[in-house]
T-cell receptor, first 114, second 113 residues
Framework: AQTVTQSQPEMSVQEAETVTLSCTYDTSESNYYLFWYKQPPSRQMILVIRQEAYKQQNATENRFSVNFQKAAKSFSLKISDSQLGDTAMYFCAFMNRGGNKLVFGAGTILRVKS | DSGVTQTPKHLITATGQRVTLRCSPR?????VYWYQQSLDQGLQFLIQYYNGEERAKGNILERFSAQQFPDLHSELNLSSLELGDSALYFC????????????FGPGTRLLVL
């Protein structure tokens, strides 16, 4: 069974600075997908970024980018120019290609301070 | 707004009761997924339906059941409710399943007293 580990329960960052959230996963599969979802205080689950395991290039979405290290089974999220609206719980998630479910990590609470 | 809708937003009920949570997927999506978010268990996959048929089951209790109707909306039925069933229940949808991103609804917050 796949597992996802987020080792940082809480983090804080100053507005406009850069922060990196860590995620590691365990799988014996070679084809899979990795995601970061954001859950703000409203509790809505919002997709931040997605990475296909077969792609060597790291995904980027505006201020959000990932560092995907397949051999190390590591998938970190970098947030540049942090904004107050980035304050949220961030979840790393895994899905097998052809699979049906997302497997989530425990989440990291990120607080952006002014 | 993801395009996935869930009703009701909040539900308060008593132990032993039965409730139904409703989800409408994004236009064009055939797959619906249900997840439970609780403090002790985190986010867990419950069940997936694809075009009206059950496709996958996760950690879903026997007291819980779901279905997907011809118009593709889905309902999650929770019966003989216990205090531990209090949680945020999310519905997500994707076009088919397997490779697409799942988009989440706003969730239904269930409180069992």
């Amino acid at each position: 069974a796949q597992t996802v580990t987020q080792s940082q329960p809480e983090m804080s960052v100053q507005e406009a600075e850069t922060v990196t959230l860590s995620c590691t996963y365990d799988t014996s599969e070679s084809n899979y997908y990795l995601f970061w979802y954001k859950q703000p205080p409203s509790r809505q689950m919002i997709l931040v970024i997605r990475q296909e395991a077969y792609k060597q290039q790291n995904a980027t979405e505006n201020r959000f980018s990932v560092n995907f290290q397949k051999a190390a089974k590591s998938f970190s999220l970098k947030i540049s120019d942090s904004q107050l609206g980035d304050t949220a719980m961030y979840f790393c998630a895994f899905m097998n290609r052809g699979g049906n479910k997302l497997v989530f990590g425990a989440g990291t609470i990120l607080r952006v301070k002014s | 707004d993801s395009g996935v809708t869930q009703t009701p937003k909040h539900l308060i009920t008593a132990t032993g009761q039965r409730v139904t949570l409703r989800c409408s997927p994004r236009s064009g999506d055939l797959s619906v997924y249900w997840y439970q978010q609780s403090l002790d268990q985190g986010l867990q996959f419950l069940i997936q339906y694809y075009n009206g048929e059950e496709r996958a089951k996760g950690n879903i209790l026997e007291r819980f059941s779901a279905q997907q109707f011809p118009d593709l909306h889905s309902e999650l039925n929770l019966s003989s409710l216990e205090l531990g069933d209090s949680a945020l229940y999310f519905c997500a949808s994707s076009v088919v399943g397997g490779i697409e991103t799942q988009y989440f609804g706003p969730g239904t917050r269930l409180l069992v007293l």
